[in-house]
Each structure stands twice: as C-alpha cells, then as structure tokens.
C-alpha cells in the first residue's frame, strides 16, 4: 500500500507562517512530481503549488512570493512553506503525488487525506 500523509495544519494569525509536509511511504522506489492543492468551504479545489522532479516549481499566482514548495527526495517528502498568511488562505491542504511504486515501477497518482489550515485572529 501506499500512503501520502500531511502534517503542519492548524490555527494562525493573519500574517503568520505555517509550513505544512507531505510524506510517502509504503512500497515506494520513490516520488516523481508533487502538488499541493487547496480547498475552501463552497469552492473548487484549486492548484498552489507544483514541483517536477527535477526541482523545478510552478505556482498560482495567490501564492507567488508568498509560499514556497520544496523536496527532500531521501525523505519521499514535499514541503509547502506559507508565509504572510491571509484569512482567505483558510482552506483543507492537499498533497498530490505521483509515486514510483514497487514492483511493478509504474507511476501512479495519489491524494493525501488533508490538513485543515485556518487564518484567523
């Protein structure tokens, strides 16, 4: 089986940071590319951030010199640091990952459960 657990969510004050982690476990060779999306109450799941493989990142442009999105591939685990946080960040964090799995060394796409982050004073 394969997992992709999130961590880092929880309660922040506008302006303030949170760093929020996504790591995958199971039997993995390893991890190809990395997203992390967003969902707020009544809205659509939106894209934030993407990193390829080979470390290159692309964002929405809400998040553009906001949050930075990073991989640590010995650890299988992406990053999604948030700065300057705004009430309307409020939203369920998602990791999408594209997994190398074992045996077969296919690629395939998996969700993570999500991590509650809200900005609020």
């Known amino acids: 089986q394969v997992q992709l657990v999130e961590s880092g969510g929880g309660l922040v004050q506008p302006g303030g940071s949170l760093r929020l982690s996504c790591a995958a476990s199971?039997?993995?060779?390893?991890?190809?590319?990395m997203g992390w999306y967003r969902q707020a109450p009544g809205k659509e799941r939106e894209l934030v951030a993407v990193?390829?493989?080979?470390?290159?990142?692309n964002y929405a442009d809400f998040a553009k010199g906001r949050f930075t999105i990073s991989r640590d591939n010995a650890k299988n685990t992406v990053y999604l640091q948030m700065n300057s946080l705004k009430p309307e960040d409020t939203a369920v964090y998602y990791c999408?990952?594209?997994?190398?799995?074992?045996?077969?060394?296919?690629?395939?796409?998996?969700w993570g459960q999500g991590t509650q982050v809200t900005v609020s004073s």
């Open positions: 990193i390829s493989s080979g470390g290159g990142t």
């Open positions: 999408l990952g594209s997994v190398i799995t074992i045996p077969t060394r296919g690629i395939y796409d998996y």
């Open positions: 199971g039997s993995i060779l390893g991890i190809n590319a």
